[in-house]
């Protein structure tokens, strides 16, 4: 019985050729209806039904919406677009025929002969046009350092970023002011033979009768001391007169203050803030209660009122005779709102890590600050990249508000080329602004890239 | 001797001891730098002839301000209004902005955020240009953009483009619309409308209570709207329909300059307020918009797989498994960006639409040059506005976070 139905029984001994998967799931049609169809085909039943329909409606509509846009943008900017004057006819190259001009009527599009012939304000502001040389090799030494740190691939980045943090800074001074500040030969000597005995101090306190109460300031008094003499040495550097042009941070406006005020609130926004986030979880009450007030009250004011308290307020606070122009009092403010937010990023980093590591530090015997130097930020930096990053590009976006205490920053200074009259006509504002949104788009889009860029190699580098 | 030196370092080594130390220089530091500039502004306050004191409060002012909710609110009238009027009509247009600008956004927001993750590559590829074009773009430009360029190509004042049926207009002097205009008698319905919504939440509560207790709640279907609608609309109709509206006036007749629409008729909102609402909102709603997608990505996948597997649909999961657990990561920013909508709102001084910063920190500080008394009244509203809002935030995250074992 078995056997027979043993033989009976059909068995396959090769494997049944794979069918093709179905005609709908793969090429082209696959693909649109993954992406497009699946999700507006079911009508099964009434509320399906009404649920896809609804789904098409919205896809059509949201099609339509931005594919007008794109090709308005497309016409607007290089299709309809007037690209240049050669007759120097000025604001009549973008009239229509009933403003006066030569367009047809109902022509809308970029003017871009206007941008060309307020380019120069845009960038570098009133700067004096002999003098632009200065701020294009500023731009250029500090493209090519930066440059040189981000890629990974060039030899000596390390040498390179400290020489952009120290020196650097020196020579766009030097550059974009023309140096040759005055200087108390006096004072400087005296304060050079103070900076001489506190690094003396500091060398002693290491061991000895001094170092019974001082060991653990020894650095710190050491460190002063040379920040002191470098400090000293520095505005001897630049009361040296190279022979060039003096010019006053109030001839400058466009781009280049942007990047400044941008520059120098995330290159001191990131110390200050790590210095306060270390603060704001230090063990110390008085401490911690300090660094808490300070950044929840920067953080819960806007910047706007930081930039007036600071244009208004810092020259009561400041005594008699010291008075900073406005940039230095805008850059105060900036400094201080944007370290705010950082030490907030920094702070999720240092609580994102784990307590093992702040633990292993201390039983390694390393004092707070060599733990936190050597152990605690370098990871805790790493893993709030993105963070830090997205503050930079939100401090970027916020220097615009400069412009409103009447520094011609980028928007600033297109707002102000709005007003000249030789070149009015009603595309005059929607140009010149969607030149500065498209400048302002390239640098914050590039940031984000580089840190989307960068969390994905860290990501990789510590999964393994 | 060597006892004592040894005595004196093991208390200097002590780091509780050294502490102690470090807080005290701190604290002489801070007392020494709060009295060096104490002093310094004392003095430079006698150089220029001023003192400290919120006097300056009951001084009349003597400026225009545009139409707005807060010279409604306030009568505000130029010469006989004081600057404590000033100063809550400024408050009163930054919350307009606030509440509106919050409520527009978080639904934009949630919307574009959904639609990023969307199967529907038209859906999703429009909400990730959404994103990337806004959130790379700084605010004041999106407002100087919509308020220059955009709506700086309304119609002028002479002229106007007519909506809702002729029944409002829209022209670069602002949106008009017709206003209510609450008779004697209104109270009545107020007061009952009031009474409606404590009644549905007592019903809701005792359904809530009943369902606790045996399984079942009550059946309220459409109960709870419609009693809100019908109670205060029946109480209306008795009273005697104590509502009328003021229709905008427009004259395209008579004298040139007093052509266009007619002041005190109607309901306007000024140009300002559209362009401050429009960019906060779209702004606000480009970062909200990638809060929801990433709190929705982080619920894991296997909830939606459990949830399927349960049989419930793909609506169903959505609403009751993703997005209650999608919250408790949505909130934290989500409040974050609401308080930077509100601080954002500050930016409208640049195009002067009447809010704290502009009209108080703006105008009338320069009016009355009484810089630190008005600046520090300013920033502790902001900082007021915070504290507020992040109470009722951390109240509402204590309500939807997850009890945990």
Known sequence: MTQKFQQDVFVRTVEADTLPPPAKETGVMGWLWRNLFSSMMNYSSFGLSFKSLLMALFTALFFYIGFTQIVFLIDFIFV??????????????????????????????????????????????????????????????????????????????????????????????????????????LSSSSMILISLSLITIGRLSKRGFLGIILQEFANIIGF???????????????????????????????LLITLVVAITGIVVSLPVGILLALGRRSDMPVARLLCTVFIEFWRGVPLISVLFMASVMIPLFLPEGVNFDKLVRALIGVMLFSAAYMAEVVRGGLQAMDKGQYEAAEAMGLTYWQSMRLIILPQALTHVIPGIVNTFIGLFKDTTLVSIIGLFDLLGAGKSAIADASWSSPVQAITIYLFVALIFFAFCFGMSRYSIYMENKLSKSRSH | MSFDSNNLSTLIRDSRVRNIGYQIIIILALILSVWWLIDNTTTNLGNRGKSLGFGFLTQTAGFEISHTLGTWLFDYKVGISTYTDIYFIGVTNTLLIAILGIFFASLIGFSIGIMRLSSNIVLRYFATAYVEVIRNIPLLLQLFFWYFAVLGLLPKARSKLDIFGGLGGLNITGLYTPAPVFEAGFGYVASSFFVAVAASIAIIQFSKYRRDQTGKGLNLGLFVPSLLICLPGIVFFLVGSPLDWSLPVFKDTGPIFKRGFQPDQGMVLVPEMLAVLLSLTLYTAGFIAEIVRAGILAVSKGQTEAAHSLGLGSGITLRLVVIPQAMRIIIPPLTSQYLNLTKNSSLAVAIAYPELVSIFAGTALNQVGKEIEMIFMVMTTYLGFSLITSLFMNWFNSRVKIVER
């Open chain 1, 224 to 254: 002063l001391g040379w920040a002191l003499i470098s400090y000293e040495v520095l505005m001897l550097l630049l009361s040296i007169d190279f022979g060039l042009e003096p010019v006053g941070t109030g001839d400058w406006g466009g």
């Open chain 1, 80 to 185: 309809s677009a007037v690209w240049s004057d050669p007759t120097g006819i000025k604001r009549e190259a973008c009239w229509t025929v009933t403003q006066g001009g030569a367009l047809p009527d109902g022509w809308h599009a970029a003017c871009w002969p206007f941008i060309f012939a307020k380019l120069k304000f845009v960038i570098y502001g009133p700067y004096p046009i002999d003098e632009l040389w200065r701020v294009n090799l500023t731009g250029i030494f500090g493209l090519v350092g930066l440059l040189w740190v981000l890629l990974s691939f060039l030899p000596y980045r390390k040498q390179v970023g400290i020489a952009m943090l120290t020196v650097y800074p020196v020579i766009a001074f030097m550059l974009l002011t023309g140096g040759a500040g005055k200087i108390d030969l």
